[in-house]
């Protein structure tokens, strides 16, 4: 069975640095991209970043290129996003998400609960 | 960016009703489309895939199709448990980007 298990999320003030992580079970994950999906309060979903199974390919949506960094662990199979200079408009749950490729793309087929991100003074 | 539209944002239908949504692509995206459900408080959840493609275990109420950069999504007869909002998504490009959602309801 596929599991997916954000951890990391908080409470944090402006300006500051959290880093998400995603534990992934029950799949091969080195086969597969990941990414990381968030959803502001009330809001609908907005892609934020995904990398490719190696590793070796990220991407960012522009919202958050430059302060955000996705990386991967394969050894440990999990999947990290390290949030910097975080801003109020940050304020989201975030979703990591298997896509069904060794690229980041194509379709989320496995979600992760979410973990909740709130920057606040 | 590739713009996703979706109508109706709202909807409200009785159980056993066909209930249909449209996503719009602001360029082609060959059958780059896929279809979410999100109940409330929980992950979302792939339904259909590349347009038209039913994931592993969805019943078989819920179809998709395309007509050039216009989806549709349908469920042929509504189940309560189908309360919940719907999400388009593209990749045929970066970002993936999604619809702003269509949530349905019970009459």
């Known amino acids: 069975e596929v599991q997916l298990l954000e951890s990391g999320g908080g409470l944090i003030q402006p300006g500051g640095s959290l880093r998400l992580s995603c534990a992934a079970s029950?799949?091969?994950?080195?086969?597969?991209?990941m990414n990381w999906v968030r959803q502001a309060p009330g809001k609908g979903l907005e892609w934020v970043s995904g990398?490719?199974?190696?590793?070796?390919?990220?991407f960012y949506a522009d919202s958050v290129k430059g302060r955000f960094t996705i990386s991967r662990d394969n050894s440990k199979n999990t999947l990290f996003l390290r949030l910097d200079s975080l801003r109020a408009g940050d304020t989201a749950i975030y979703y990591c998400?298997?896509?069904?490729?060794?690229?980041?793309?194509?379709?989320?087929?496995?979600w992760g609960q979410g973990i909740p991100v709130t920057v606040s003074p | 960016d590739i713009q996703m539209t979706q109508s109706p944002s709202s909807l409200s239908a009785s159980v056993g009703d066909r209930v249909s949504i449209t996503c719009q692509a602001s360029q082609v995206i060959s059958i780059h489309l896929n279809w979410y459900q999100q109940k409330p408080g929980k992950a979302p959840k792939l339904l259909l895939y590349?347009?038209?493609n039913l994931e592993t275990g969805v019943p078989s109420r819920f179809s998709g199709r395309r007509s050039g950069t216009d989806f549709t999504f349908t469920i042929s007869s509504l189940q309560p448990e189908d309360v919940a909002t719907y999400y388009c998504q593209q990749y045929d490009d970066l970002p993936i980007t999604f619809g702003p959602g269509t949530k349905v309801d019970l009459k």
């Open positions: 029950g799949f091969i994950f080195k086969n597969y991209g």
């Open positions: 998400a298997k896509a069904d490729y060794h690229d980041s793309r194509g379709h989320f087929d496995f």
């Open positions: 590349d347009a038209s």
């Open positions: 990398i490719s199974g190696s590793g070796d390919t990220t």
